[in-house]
């Protein structure tokens, strides 16, 4: 049998992605204000090596540089994020026209290459000002913070970038950040972590709403961080833990995007912990008015779970949270988390993993893009998939990186077969195009087709050296996925 020759869309738009903190440096030149990721990742023992994006890889300087290799590279779309900071100094208020002026000449230099900008309004580097000032997500004053900031961009460039995305991975900062106090603003409290969450939803249906009004012609919505949650066996208990995981890791943000409203069963365990947000009705009517164009799909991994540790016998409403559970007083250090009570985290057997202990599962990536497509209903762009690795510069100055090559290919040819399913994709974007800072792992965790030489502790020459998967991504974007089919 011979196989099909992989074909994608013609206006597929191949990409590669970053985001403002991990790239630009720049930190405080031409008039930027502090994030809350400057003043963090300079708190000793925050970060690896205390490694920060002060100058990270000098793109603010060398974006022009960058935006030629993307050319040669043949992408079809760049995704970037904007450091709010530089467009409101101090989150809000006065317009900095240089950091207008710097995303002006970067839209330009990719509009003129032919490459499709889609542009990230909210990659984790709150204006540290709205942290001083309001508490940062804790407080509603940053929606109206976010706001101005929206309509400056949208007013500025809505004429010029077609694809918005709104938040990045917004169950990943709200949870390092506000429970895990591996981010900022450096929080271990989960019920502040789930107001904050709320807070953040509210500025995104607040963001889509305005843009739909400013910028009819274009399309905008939020990038998540999915992954599919698979049951450990066939046991009904195991089955019903992953449809626990799946609500509690996906829904909780999924359905508030496209429908408006918390999945109820984690709503209700929350409550019963007293851990869930206040939600007004004038909240639902705002969260359930703003509905996405498309949802940006960032995938990495997933999970595979257990029943949970803990009997669940009677879940009603009326029921104390103590008498959820009568082994509440077992010696389970995480009977405070909600998860105790909904599914237990496994190792799966059939999946292996990078060099940084991260599952590699290109199925599970056609799972995931099914299963939300199916759900929600929405276009879908893949603005994040790819894998960190310690590439190592030869002593003749290459980058030999096959095990990138294999885990692309096999996830682009999962995409395709999602593709095939009936999946409307309409993107990907690879992260990363240039190698960048990894908020928690340094320099040496490196994502790129493209090496930049430096490290933790120097910048050495921030020379940009494309890697083998540079030239092997090249040729797949030049025969639009057919030399997918050869290997
Ligand atoms: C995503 C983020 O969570 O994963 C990126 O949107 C991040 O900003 C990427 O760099 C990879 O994570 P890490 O921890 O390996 O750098």
Same mark, same amino acid.
């Given at each position: 049998?011979?196989?099909?020759?992989?074909?994608?869309?013609?206006?597929?738009?191949?990409?590669?992605?970053?985001?403002a903190y991990? @790239?630009e440096?720049?930190y405080d030149?031409?008039g930027k204000g502090p994030s809350i990721w400057d003043v963090f990742a300079?708190?000793?023992?925050?970060? $690896?090596?205390?490694?920060?994006g002060?100058?990270? =890889?000098?793109?603010?300087?060398?974006? +022009?540089?960058? @935006?030629?290799?993307?050319?040669?590279?043949?992408?079809?779309?760049?995704?970037?994020s904007v450091a709010w900071s530089r467009i409101l100094p101090a989150g809000e208020g006065a317009v900095n026209?240089?950091g207008?002026?710097?995303?002006?000449?970067?839209? $330009?230099?990719?509009?003129?290459?032919?490459?499709?900008?889609?542009?990230?309004l909210y990659h984790w580097d709150l204006p540290q000002a709205l942290q001083d000032k309001y508490g940062g997500w804790e407080s509603?004053q940053t929606i109206d913070a976010f706001i101005q900031y929206c309509?400056v961009l949208?007013?500025?460039?809505?004429?010029?970038?077609?694809?918005?995305?709104?938040f990045?991975?917004?169950?990943?900062f709200?949870?390092?950040g506000?429970? #895990?106090?591996?981010?900022p603003p450096?929080?271990?409290?989960? $019920?502040?972590?789930?107001?904050?969450?709320? =807070?953040v939803?509210?500025a995104?249906?607040?963001?889509?709403?305005?843009?739909?009004? *400013? =910028?009819?012609?274009?399309?905008?919505?939020?990038?998540?961080?999915?992954?599919? @949650?698979?049951?450990?066996?066939?046991?009904?208990?195991?089955?019903?833990?992953?449809?626990?995981?799946?609500?509690?890791?996906?829904?909780?943000?999924? &359905?508030?995007?496209?429908?408006?409203?918390?999945? @109820?069963?984690?709503?209700?365990?929350?409550?019963?912990?007293?851990?869930?947000?206040?939600?007004?009705?004038?909240?639902?009517?705002?969260?359930?008015?703003?509905?996405?164009?498309?949802?940006?799909?960032?995938?990495?991994?997933?999970?595979?779970?257990?029943?949970?540790?803990?009997?669940?016998?009677?879940?009603?409403?009326?029921?104390?949270?103590?008498?959820?559970?009568?082994?509440?007083?077992?010696?389970?250090?995480?009977?405070?988390?909600?998860?105790?009570? !909904?599914?237990?985290?496994?190792?799966?057997?059939?999946?292996?993993?990078?060099?940084?202990?991260?599952?590699?599962?290109?199925?599970?990536?056609?799972?995931? +893009?099914?299963? =939300?497509?199916?759900?929600?209903?929405?276009?879908?762009?893949?603005?994040?998939?790819? +894998?960190?690795?310690?590439?190592?510069?030869?002593?003749?100055?290459?980058?030999?990186?096959?095990?990138?090559?294999?885990? *692309?290919?096999?996830? *682009?040819?999962? !995409?395709?077969?999602?593709?095939?399913?009936?999946?409307?994709?309409?993107?990907?974007?690879?992260?990363?195009?240039? &190698?960048?800072?990894?908020?928690?792992?340094?320099?040496?965790?490196?994502?790129?087709?493209?090496?930049?030489?430096?490290?933790?502790?120097?910048?050495?020459?921030?020379?940009?050296?494309?890697?083998?998967?540079?030239? #092997?991504?090249?040729?797949?974007?030049?025969?639009?996925?057919?030399?997918?089919?050869?290997?």
């Amino acid at each position: 049998m011979t196989k099909e020759t992989i074909t994608f869309p013609k206006d597929f738009l191949w990409g590669a992605a970053s985001a403002a903190y991990q @790239v630009e440096g720049a930190y405080d030149r031409d008039g930027k204000g502090p994030s809350i990721w400057d003043v963090f990742a300079k708190i000793p023992g925050k970060t $690896k090596n205390g490694t920060n994006g002060d100058i990270a =890889v000098d793109h603010y300087d060398r974006y +022009l540089e960058d @935006v030629d290799l993307m050319q040669k590279l043949g992408m079809k779309a760049y995704r970037f994020s904007v450091a709010w900071s530089r467009i409101l100094p101090a989150g809000e208020g006065a317009v900095n026209e240089a950091g207008i002026a710097f995303y002006a000449r970067l839209i $330009k230099a990719l509009k003129d290459r032919g490459i499709e900008p889609i542009l990230t309004l909210y990659h984790w580097d709150l204006p540290q000002a709205l942290q001083d000032k309001y508490g940062g997500w804790e407080s509603r004053q940053t929606i109206d913070a976010f706001i101005q900031y929206c309509r400056v961009l949208f007013t500025r460039f809505g004429k010029d970038v077609r694809y918005w995305v709104t938040f990045n991975e917004q169950n990943v900062f709200t949870g390092l950040g506000y429970r #895990w106090a591996s981010h900022p603003p450096n929080v271990t409290d989960i $019920k502040r972590m789930y107001a904050a969450n709320h =807070v953040v939803n509210l500025a995104n249906a607040a963001a889509i709403n305005l843009f739909h009004e *400013l =910028v009819p012609t274009g399309q905008i919505g939020p990038s998540f961080g999915y992954g599919e @949650v698979y049951p450990a066996t066939s046991d009904p208990a195991d089955v019903l833990a992953a449809l626990n995981a799946n609500e509690f890791n996906n829904a909780w943000w999924l &359905d508030i995007y496209c429908r408006g409203h918390y999945p @109820v069963r984690i709503f209700r365990l929350l409550t019963q912990m007293g851990i869930a947000p206040t939600v007004t009705d004038a909240d639902t009517a705002l969260l359930t008015s703003a509905q996405p164009d498309f949802l940006g799909i960032n995938y990495y991994h997933g999970g595979t779970v257990a029943r949970p540790t803990v009997a669940e016998t009677d879940t009603t409403a009326e029921k104390t949270f103590a008498a959820i559970d009568p082994y509440m007083m077992a010696a389970d250090h995480d009977q405070d988390s909600p998860e105790h009570y !909904l599914f237990t985290s496994v190792e799966n057997p059939h999946l292996q993993k990078t060099e940084f202990g991260w599952e590699i599962d290109p199925v599970g990536f056609r799972v995931a +893009l099914r299963s =939300v497509y199916e759900k929600y209903q929405l276009p879908i762009i893949v603005t994040e998939n790819g +894998l960190g690795a310690y590439d190592q510069l030869t002593p003749t100055g290459e980058i030999h990186d096959p095990y990138r090559i294999t885990y *692309l290919r096999d996830h *682009l040819v999962q !995409l395709y077969g999602a593709l095939q399913d009936g999946v409307p994709v309409l993107g990907y974007c690879a992260w990363s195009f240039t &190698d960048l800072l990894s908020w928690l792992n340094g320099y040496a965790k490196r994502y790129g087709f493209i090496y930049v030489n430096r490290d933790d502790t120097s910048e050495k020459t921030l020379t940009r050296i494309p890697k083998d998967s540079f030239y #092997w991504y090249q040729n797949v974007i030049r025969s639009n996925g057919a030399t997918l089919t050869e290997q």
